[in-house]
Each structure stands twice: as structure tokens, then as C-alpha cells.
């Protein structure tokens, strides 16, 4: 497997931002990515590329890093009913290519993802490449900045969802951090997250809180809040479906749990989000 470092020391300019559906099999162009560095993520479908000379199939789930400096080519149709998102950034000096996976993936100035990757939790995904394209296509300078921080905000929630077991106790509680995230809506207990790590309730509890800064339950409420935000951007979905991905008991509690973290509620600053577009 390759590894690549990703410089995210300062804000990156977001040179292009976009999603296609292909419905039916088309064969893609040459991609140059030149100057650029660029992230695909395919949520539905198959669609095979040549990174130089080296086939790369990419399936449902999986983030693809394109490096700058690489030739990466189509030669085959791709499957129907294709669903393709892509963000690119001006290429910095230290982005690169590396060994292998280092203890943290992220690391001073950098984060350290595998260039291929498969993500369950792809509802996330499209949210933020989703606001990322919205940003990037306004007039605003404020929208430009705000498109360069997700992107930087991206690349972090990409690494901590893919973190290396390196045996110890630092480690195997990012992975229940990440557990919790990609199950927030299952509310999660610390029977059942002491469990997967193999260690008493009462220890696994100690550890978390250690590691993260934080106990489960004011974790889970936190990661709740910034799931919320994320969605309440995104037309379609109404409160009760957030409250049920969420793994709120109904919309009602919810929205208590809202408007005592923000001071509104869920529909206000829906609204509020939605007069920005």
C-alpha cells in the first residue's frame, strides 16, 4: 500500500471543486494534475484509472489521492450510474510520497493518509465535498477561505478515520474515537466500546478520557453537535431525519440538546445556513 504526507500547516487554495453522475458508462479524459494536488472519492459505482502505468480500481467508499507530478488516465468505461466528487488544491512542496504509516497520522505540519483508501462513513464525505463546492463556486473572498478550511478539515477527518494500530493504549483509543463517529447515530456505551478494546469498563473509561481530553459521553455529545451543524447545511433533510441519525430518542429532544449548545434551534439555524447559499 502507498502512503502520501499532506501538508496542512496553512490554508490551500482550492483550484477546482466539483461532482459528476454519469448514468451511463463513459470513458474519462487524461487527468494532469500538474500543480495540483486532488482527492476523488467515489460513492457510487466502479471506475477504473492508470496512476502512470499502474491500474487503480476504485469501487463504492473508496478516496483516491492524486498526487502532483503524476500522469493519471482513463481507458475503460466506467460503471453506470457513476457518482464522482473531486476537490483540488495548489500542490505545496512537501506534499509526498512516504515508506510506510508512521504511530500518528497526523503530525506536525502533515497528515499521513494511504493514497487509496475505503470509507464507510460516506454521508460525512459528500456533506463536506458538498460545501466545499459550494464555497469554492461564490464570489465571496470570505466563501474562498471558508472552502480552504474545509478542505484542510477534510484531509484531518480523513486521517483520524484511517489510524494506524500501533498496539498501545494512545492508539486503540483513536480507533474507539473513530468508532464512535462512524456509529453516532447507534449511541454507543462504554460496555460496548470497552468491549472492542478488550478492557474493563471502568479502565477503557480512565484511558479514553486521558487520550481524547474528554469522557465517552461528552465525546459522543460533542461529535453529535458537529454532525448536526454539518447537516442542517445540506438541503433535503429534514429535523427528524438528523435527529434519527443522530440517535436522538425524537426531534423534540434534539432540538433541546440544540438549542442548549447554540442558543437556537435546529430549524432557525437551518434557515439561517440556507440564506447564505
Known amino acids: 500500500m502507498q502512503y502520501c504526507d499532506v501538508y496542512v500547516g496553512e490554508l490551500r487554495t482550492v483550484a477546482r471543486a466539483e461532482s459528476h453522475f454519469i448514468r451511463r458508462g463513459f470513458v474519462y479524459p ?12 467515489i460513492s457510487e459505482g466502479e471506475w477504473e484509472i492508470f496512476e502512470n502505468e499502474r491500474p487503480v480500481l476504485m ?23 457513476l457518482l464522482l466528487s ?14 510506510a504509516f508512521s504511530k500518528k497520522s497526523i503530525s506536525g505540519k502533515h497528515v ?28 465571496s473572498l470570505l466563501d474562498t477561505v471558508r472552502a480552504s478550511a474545509l478542505f484542510i478539515e477534510l484531509l484531518v477527518e480523513l486521517a483520524l478515520m484511517y489510524e494506524p ?18 456509529n453516532i ?35 459522543q455529545m460533542d461529535h ?17 431525519d438528523i435527529a434519527d441519525t443522530l440517535g436522538f430518542y425524537d426531534q423534540h429532544h434534539f432540538r433541546r440538546f440544540f438549542m442548549t449548545r447554540m442558543g437556537c434551534s435546529p430549524k432557525a439555524y437551518h434557515k439561517k445556513q440556507q440564506s447564505t447559499y
Open 112 to 139: 499521513r493518509l494511504p493514497v487509496q483508501m475505503n470509507i464507510s462513513d460516506g454521508k460525512l464525505l459528500l456533506t463536506y465535498f458538498e460545501r466545499i463546492q459550494h464555497y469554492f463556486h461564490s464570489e
Open 30 to 41: 487524461y487527468i494532469y494534475p500538474k500543480k495540483h494536488l486532488e482527492i476523488l472519492y
Open 224 to 240: 453529535k453537535l458537529r454532525r448536526s451543524l454539518l447537516l442542517l447545511e445540506s438541503p433535503g433533510l429534514s429535523i427528524k
Open 165 to 182: 494500530d500501533a498496539g498501545n493504549s494512545d492508539v486503540v483509543m483513536q480507533k474507539m474515537r473513530s468508532m464512535i463517529e462512524k
Open 86 to 99: 473531486s476537490v483540488g488544491v495548489v500542490s505545496h512542496v512537501d506534499d509526498c510520497l512516504v515508506e
Open 59 to 81: 469501487g463504492a467508499g473508496d478516496v483516491y489521492v492524486l498526487l502532483p507530478g503524476n500522469n493519471y488516465r482513463g481507458e475503460k468505461r466506467s460503471s453506470d450510474n
Open 185 to 219: 447515530g447507534q449511541n454507543l456505551t462504554i460496555n460496548d466500546l470497552a468491549g472492542h478494546a478488550k478492557m474493563h469498563p471502568k479502565t477503557f473509561e480512565k484511558k479514553f478520557k486521558q487520550a481524547i481530553g474528554k469522557s465517552v459521553h461528552q465525546y
